[in-house]
């Protein structure tokens, strides 16, 4: 008997390093273009209709860009919009005066026509046009900050959805070959999020004859042998099948730094399927977005490999462009060697995930740091370089990116 518990706890191990080391290759992060611009149907072109569709845009982009929809709990209360001169007095009134006036964050707009039909407030229906508008990504996560929520890079997890329906047809895995309305569906709603989402492609990687049934009981070893040719950073998986008038799914999402369960159910394939998604964008922001007051001060990294001048301005110019550093500071360069301060708006947690999503600056270890700093000249000015790297909460290495 023990000997069994042994033998499965060593299985589950073993599963559990697979997993790892499937999501810690060198991924595939995926930069999401236009992440700070959307697109909505309006009836017409003038100023009063594009501001009130900006600030509904706005709800939206601030869901996409923190990655959680409880930045909408902090949105101003309707009595505001309607007599704001009652709330002269109140602490949020300019945070509120700013998420109501969102024009100001546009930096440009552009319409184009559209087939769709819209209905005006009188019941008429008329043609709509499709208005298009591109904010201002300092000022939103500005904004985002002044609310005190989470601020996500535009370098976000790809993120591999194996999802096994049990539908009129029997069960099956859901991708473009499988169920393509279904899958343009989850691909909008990613985007919606700023989820860079992969569905499986039969066609150029064949699933294995037991896929389905190992997605669909669970079983991890199958799947992640098969998730392996598109070099995901998260993997989600789901079980989903009918349940009287409802629909149930089981949803799990793998990171490799740890896996989370959701149950939940909807009236509609489409509402079981978008709240998935949601799952996924509000775990993932959790692991990867600046979250407030979370591990936020100074740190101080010691970065190797700086070879040029090319490469160190690369690294300030990467480590700069990061939501979660909000200033960099060289304290110390010696040979190959930095010494940095950074000052994030979040824990080096979050810093060590967002920096395996790119890849180019990773664990290093001390010891091998030190044999670097071996050549380091004697005397004074190596005693200062002990002192300094003996403070040091974060030791990486700079890979620079081919061309």
Do not use: C
Request: hydrophobic share 40%; aromatic share 6%.
């Amino acid at each position: 008997m023990k000997r069994v518990k042994l033998t499965q706890i060593l299985l589950l191990a073993g599963k559990t390093l697979l997993l790892t080391l499937l999501l810690l290759q060198p991924a595939l992060a995926e930069r999401v273009e236009g992440l700070y611009t959307l697109r909505g149907l309006v009836p017409d072109s003038s100023d009063a209709t594009r501001a009130k569709a900006a600030n509904q845009m706005l709800q939206e982009l601030l869901v996409r860009v923190s990655g959680t929809r409880k930045v909408l709990e902090k949105m101003p209360p309707e009595d505001f919009l309607v007599e704001p001169g009652a709330f002269r007095d109140h602490p949020q009134r300019a945070l509120w005066q700013a998420l109501s006036n969102a024009q100001t964050l546009v930096n440009q707009f552009s319409y184009s026509s559209s087939n769709e039909l819209i209905m005006l407030e009188n019941g008429n229906q008329v043609r709509a046009q499709q208005l298009e508008l591109e904010f201002d990504a300092a000022g939103v996560n500005q904004l985002l900050r002044r609310m005190e929520a989470p601020v996500w890079d535009i370098n976000r997890p790809r993120t591999l959805f194996w999802i096994a329906l049990e539908g009129r047809q029997g069960r099956y895995l859901v991708s473009p070959q499988s169920n393509e309305p279904l899958s343009d569906a989850l691909k909008a709603h990613a985007v919606r999020r700023g989820i860079p989402m992969v569905l499986p492609d039969s066609e150029q990687h064949p699933f294995p004859p037991t896929l389905l049934s190992d997605v669909w009981g669970g079983f991890g070893q199958q799947i992640l042998e098969s998730s392996a040719p598109y070099r995901p950073d998260a993997v989600v998986v789901a079980r989903i099948q009918p349940a009287g008038n409802n629909w149930s799914v089981q949803w799990q999402l793998f990171t490799g730094m740890d896996s989370v369960w959701h149950r939940s159910s909807a009236a509609t394939l489409g509402a079981v399927l978008n709240d998935g998604v949601d799952f996924a964008a509000e775990e993932l922001s959790r692991r990867y977005a600046s979250q407030p007051g979370q591990g936020a001060g100074r740190y101080r990294i010691l970065v190797s490999d700086v070879k040029q001048a090319r490469d160190y301005a690369e690294l300030m110019r990467y480590l700069n462009a990061l939501s979660l550093t909000s200033q960099v500071r060289v304290v110390q360069a010696n040979g190959q060697q930095l010494l940095l301060e950074v000052t994030l708006r979040g824990g080096l947690d979050q810093l060590r995930a967002n920096l395996a999503l790119d890849g180019r600056l990773t664990e290093a270890s001390f010891l091998g740091l030190q044999q670097l700093s071996s050549s380091f000249d004697p005397g004074r000015e190596n005693q200062q370089q002990e002192r300094a790297t003996g403070q040091v909460d974060a030791y990486l290495r700079w890979q620079t990116r081919q061309e």
